[in-house]
T-cell receptor, first 114, second 114 residues
Framework: DTEVTQTPKHLVMGMTNKKSLKCEQH?????MYWYKQKAKKPPELMFV???????INESVPSRFSPECPNSSLLNLHLHALQPEDSALYLC?????????????FGDGTRLSIL | AQSVSQHNHHVILSEAASLELGCNYS??????LFWYVQYPGQHLQLLLK??????LVKGIKGFEAEFIKSKFSFNLRKPSVQWSDTAEYFC????????????FGAGTQVVVTP
């Protein structure tokens, strides 16, 4: 079992819906990440939060909106998504953003856009 | 920009065979190297990591990897695989410039037949 918990595990939504993905960790990690993973592909970094501040936005469309309410919680708000946004969305955390820190991944939320 | 190459996209082998997966990176500075594994339906798990020191690192589940700086390589090995090693394997790199951003290789799908 992973120490990074993501909910929901599966989400189906229409292109006009608004939904949110949630990620939680209680390891005291201060860096948290959102990745998008398409089938048979490696994870692609979307956002990095460090000490609850957005540090990196990898030119992600504004229909994805991240939020870090506290050091344990990371949300990804979704609005007006496109069918090509269907993917596995992974959350990860690490002690900090140091390059030697391994990242711990959640199981992901499998998102399908109708 | 740095990149990570994994030589084989798909490997099929029998139980008890030896496994070696290639990984090369392109970056002239200091790197941190990781191998992650993704078992079917499970989250990405860290197999092993290299930061400095002994270039031969041992990880979980009997895996090891060797960092060869002159070849910019970090190949993963296991002397005798089991059916349970069937998974997707990702090599990943962070650098002094990347501030914890993990750059993943394309992944290698390993199938172990009984």
């Amino acid at each position: 079992d992973t120490e990074v918990t993501q909910t929901p595990k599966h989400l189906v939504m229409g292109m006009t819906n608004k939904k949110s993905l949630k990620c939680e960790q209680h390891m005291g990690h201060r860096a948290m990440y959102w990745y998008k993973q398409k089938a048979k592909k490696p994870p692609e970094l979307m956002f990095v939060y460090s000490y609850e501040k957005l540090s990196i936005n990898e030119s992600v469309p504004s229909r994805f909106s991240p939020e870090c309410p506290n050091s344990s919680l990371l949300n990804l708000h979704l609005h007006a998504l496109q069918p090509e946004d269907s993917a596995l969305y992974l959350c990860a955390s690490s002690q900090n953003r140091g390059r030697e820190q391994p990242q711990h991944f959640g199981d992901g939320t499998r998102l399908s856009i109708l | 920009a740095q990149s990570v190459s994994q030589h084989n996209h798909h490997v099929i082998l029998s139980e008890a065979a030896s496994l070696e997966l290639g990984c090369n990176y392109s970056y002239g500075g200091t790197v941190n190297l990781f191998w992650y594994v993704q078992y079917p339906g499970q989250h990405l798990q860290l197999l092993l990591k290299y930061f400095s020191g002994d270039p031969l690192v041992k990880g979980i589940k009997g895996f090891e990897a060797e960092f060869i700086k002159s070849k910019f390589s970090f190949n993963l090995r296991k002397p005798s695989v089991q059916w349970s090693d069937t998974a997707e394997y990702f090599c990943a790199v962070t650098t002094t410039d990347s501030w914890g951003k993990l750059q993943f290789g394309a992944g290698t799908q390993v199938v172990v037949t009984p």
